[in-house]
């Protein structure tokens, strides 16, 4: 059974920071292109970062420079520091796995591609 379980969300003020973690087990996680989103209620969901298994790492325009994603292929975990939050980014952040064969299917960022995800952990950012 595929699990994968997010933790580390909360609420902090706008300019804070958070770091985001994903806890994956069932997969062979090597073999994954492990990427976090987030949603707002009403809103499509997003890609925010992805950290591929060959080892190339993209960010949404929005977070360059202030997230820093991360992932242990040993402790089969992903992660997300986040700096200097904006309260625009309150939203529920997904991590998502994608076997690698669908590397060249479309963008980092496309849904379809993902077919293991977590529950979601709440970030909320106070102005």
């Known amino acids: 059974q595929v699990q994968l379980v997010e933790s580390g969300g909360g609420s902090v003020e706008a300019g804070g920071s958070l770091r985001l973690s994903c806890t994956v087990s069932?997969?062979?996680?090597?073999?994954?292109?492990m990427t976090w989103f987030r949603q707002v209620p009403g809103k499509a969901r997003e890609g925010v970062s992805c950290?591929?298994?060959?080892?190339?790492?993209y960010y949404a325009e929005s977070v360059e420079g202030r997230f820093t994603i991360s992932r242990d292929n040993a402790k089969h975990t992903l992660e997300l520091q986040m700096t200097n939050l904006k309260p625009e980014e309150t939203a529920i952040y997904y991590c998502?796995?994608?076997?690698?064969?669908?590397?060249?299917?479309?963008?980092?960022?496309?849904?379809?591609?993902?077919?293991?995800w977590g529950q979601g952990t709440q970030v909320t950012v106070s102005s």
């Open positions: 950290f591929t298994h060959s080892g190339t790492i």
């Open positions: 998502a796995a994608a076997n690698k064969v669908y590397e060249t299917s479309g963008s980092w960022s496309s849904l379809p591609k993902y077919h293991y």
């Open positions: 069932g997969l062979l996680f090597e073999y994954y292109d």
